[in-house]
């Protein structure tokens, strides 16, 4: 087995929820990976593109003509960018892990690999270093930060943990088995809660508030992963059943909606990866080859836009289950319909990982390290694009 294939092997059963309480200890799989780390292609596709958003992917728009609906617009492409390096306060290896939707507040984890202390948790403000947080408890990652600087995250293990960091105190959310995955500006929190040997989708109002199930249709499935909070408080999540993949919605007036899958394609999986300027973006598999790629759809007026042909496709999402993200030698980004090469260290082996990128489009977060792909001990550099 090479590296690319031992990479999808590994990352084959983070793609959703396990069917009872998590017995994949879902970030230490993605730390051992790194051991292995290659360039992590998805098979398939010819493009190679990193495609990413205010929360994950930035996508270009589609070429139909027909003036149809009133869509979203994209946002405005930048001319140039910059990097800037986070400083770690001494800490040799840091990995970002999230950021708020300004590109303002970001948070990470010092020494995330296997073995590693995978301690303190750091938080930066803009470009600053404000915070190194021993963490309370073993193996607590933070996924996700918002705009006041509340970050929220899990354990590893077989019986996760929910927690939120707030003004340098950690809080234990409400709630038994429990993963807190997403929090947006308002301080809604979603994420999922183990029940009776299964995963339910929840929502925590506020860090001191009871975990709310999210009423699903009947029929529905296991819960595979909860993959996104928009800043409106739509939240999407996908399920796995007989029939395959179903994706849903769960829209701001309280109604749920299944997404449809592409029009006009042929048998295969839609993946969600993240809400994002109005669109749900997303992979979709196909099983015959030609209609793969990246899609995305307008929930108001169920449009569809095949955005990117093909799916070898850097993904970068704040959502920790681990699949789809891939560290690219030439990062890139699609602003529009304009591929932009970001500026990176040529001369060097170095892998780019983008975590989030704002929702102005004007700040992208992520790290980069230097390694053969088999060196654990290569240390993870945090850093920021500045674009205009």
Not at 330 to 339: E, H, N, Y
Request: glycine share 12%; net charge negative; with cysteine.
């Amino acid at each position: 087995m090479n590296d690319d294939e031992y990479g999808l092997t590994l990352l084959e059963p983070l793609r959703g929820e396990p069917s009872g309480p998590p017995s994949i200890d879902v970030p230490k799989a993605m730390r051992e990976g790194r051991r292995r780390r290659g360039r992590r292609w998805w098979a398939g596709g010819a493009a190679v593109l990193a495609v990413l958003a205010g929360g994950g992917l930035l996508l270009a728009p589609a070429a139909d003509k027909d003036p149809g609906p009133t869509l979203p617009p994209d946002p405005k492409v930048p001319t140039s960018c910059t990097t800037q390096r986070l400083p770690t306060g001494g800490l040799r290896s840091v990995e970002l892990t999230g950021s708020d939707s300004a590109g303002r507040w970001h948070v990470g984890l010092n020494d995330p690999v296997e073995g590693g202390v995978q301690s303190p948790v750091v938080i930066w403000h803009d470009g600053k270093l404000m915070e190194k947080a021993p963490i309370p408890v073993r193996q607590l990652t933070l996924h996700d930060i918002n705009a006041t600087g509340v970050a929220v995250g899990y354990t590893d293990g077989n019986k996760s943990r929910a927690y939120a960091y707030r003004d340098g105190v950690f809080h234990r959310l409400k709630g038994d088995i429990a993963r807190a995955i997403q929090i947006n500006d308002s301080g809604v929190i979603v994420g999922s809660l183990g029940e009776r040997d299964a995963w339910i989708p929840v929502r925590w109002r506020s860090l001191d508030a009871e975990p709310e199930p999210l009423a699903a249709p009947p029929g529905t499935g296991q819960l595979r992963a909860v993959v996104d909070l928009d800043e409106n408080g739509t939240v999407v999540a996908d399920y796995l059943d007989v029939q395959g993949v179903k994706t849903y919605l769960w829209l701001p007036d309280g109604t749920v909606r299944e997404v449809p899958k592409p029009p006009q394609t042929p048998a295969g999986e839609f993946r969600p990866v993240t809400l994002r300027f109005g669109w749900l973006y997303g992979l979709f598999d196909a099983d015959e080859p030609g209609s793969e790629g990246v899609y995305r759809y307008e929930p108001r007026s169920a449009t569809w836009q095949r955005v990117v042909e093909g799916n070898r496709a850097q993904i970068g999402t704040a959502a920790p289950t681990g699949w789809g993200r891939a560290g690219f030698g030439d990062p890139r980004i699609v602003f529009g319909s304009t591929v932009v090469d970001l500026p990176h260290d040529t001369a060097s082996s170095a892998f780019y990982y983008v975590t989030r990128v704002s929702a102005d489009a004007h700040t992208l977060s992520g790290y980069y390290t230097v390694s053969t792909g088999s060196d654990p001990t290569a240390a993870l550099i945090p850093l920021l694009w500045r674009c205009e």
